[in-house]
């Protein structure tokens, strides 16, 4: 069935799944491939304005206000398609189609102790962050639930270029109450990779976290909890790598028709190359290696 003979509410329902479906760094590629697709600016401008929304607040889009670095999830949404950020005080509307921020508005917000430390932790977030991330980002957010307080802590970094064929994005997210002597912290580390030269392939993969962390002062807190997040992702790291290894090996296991010993080594190819003695006998049109050594380059 074509879009042609879908209603219009059938539409709207197709091009929001598939804007949703956007890799991360791709939405506005996906939005204008749609366009030529649809026809109908009204609609995608719509549809492309909803799903821009719910895309920014599932693949942490990074912003830069006031020169501070401005992460948007579901935990700073103020609903009317705005978000809220603590830092600069400001809430906004923010356009992903065209990248611009739009009907800015400045708030208040409550001078407590758990503000303090909001700072205080995005502060030591921060040395984490530029010590461990290329081009990462980082924000701290407070939340207040059924009058308990909360500090959710957000990291980003990404690549975003279709230069190399491939788009890339680490993410993760910590959130911890604030507690007098204890608190539990929960974290999801989540990475996607999508890989377009020769092949469209795309790769998920996360895990879910829980520690506990003693609470003695707002200096402490703040070092314990970057170290926690610096221990956690390191691991996270580390199994990611193996795994992928792992497949890698088994992929090319596969793809050989018989099992050959993988060195690991580097071959010198013109060594190769230069030892090589080739006779052409063009009657024949066949070539003759002088020399046995293509079995001592497999193994």
């Excluded at 999801?188 to 520690?211: G, M, T, Y």
Aim: aromatic residues 10%; proline residues 3%; charged residues 25%.
């Amino acid at each position: 069935m074509t879009l042609s003979v879908l209603s219009r509410k059938d539409k709207e329902r197709v091009i929001r799944r598939l804007l949703l479906q956007a890799p991360p760094g791709e939405f506005v590629n996906a939005f204008d491939d749609l366009c030529l697709l649809i026809r109908d600016e009204k609609l995608m401008h719509h549809q492309g304005e909803c799903a821009g929304h719910q895309h920014c607040q599932k693949y942490s889009v990074p912003l830069c206000i006031d020169g501070n670095p401005v992460l948007l999830s579901h935990h700073n949404v103020m609903g009317d398609y705005r978000f809220f950020d603590h830092q600069s005080k400001l809430s906004f509307r923010y356009d992903l189609l065209q990248n611009q921020l739009k009907d800015i508005q400045s708030h208040g917000i409550i001078r407590n102790e758990t503000e303090y430390l909001r700072v205080v932790v995005l502060c030591a977030l921060k040395l984490y962050v530029n010590d461990h991330y290329p081009k990462g980002n980082c924000n701290v957010l407070r939340k207040t639930v059924k009058s308990k307080e909360y500090l959710i802590a957000c990291i980003e970094d990404h690549n975003y270029e279709t230069g190399e064929c491939w788009n890339g994005l680490w993410k993760s997210k910590w959130i911890f109450q604030v507690n007098p002597f204890l608190t539990q912290v929960t974290g999801r580390i989540f990475v996607q990779a999508h890989f377009f030269r020769c092949v469209n392939l795309h790769i998920e993969i996360s895990k879910d976290l829980k520690e506990s962390l003693e609470i003695v002062n707002q200096a402490q807190l703040a070092l314990s909890f970057a170290r926690l997040v610096e221990e956690q992702e390191n691991k996270f790291q580390a199994a990611v790598l193996e795994e992928l290894q792992e497949l890698s090996n088994e992929a090319l296991r596969k793809i050989l028709r018989r099992d050959l010993p993988v060195t690991r080594t580097l071959i010198d190819w013109q060594r190769i190359v230069s030892d090589l003695n080739l006779v052409m006998y063009p009657k024949l049109g066949y070539v003759i290696y002088s020399r046995s050594v293509l079995c001592n380059w497999i193994i």
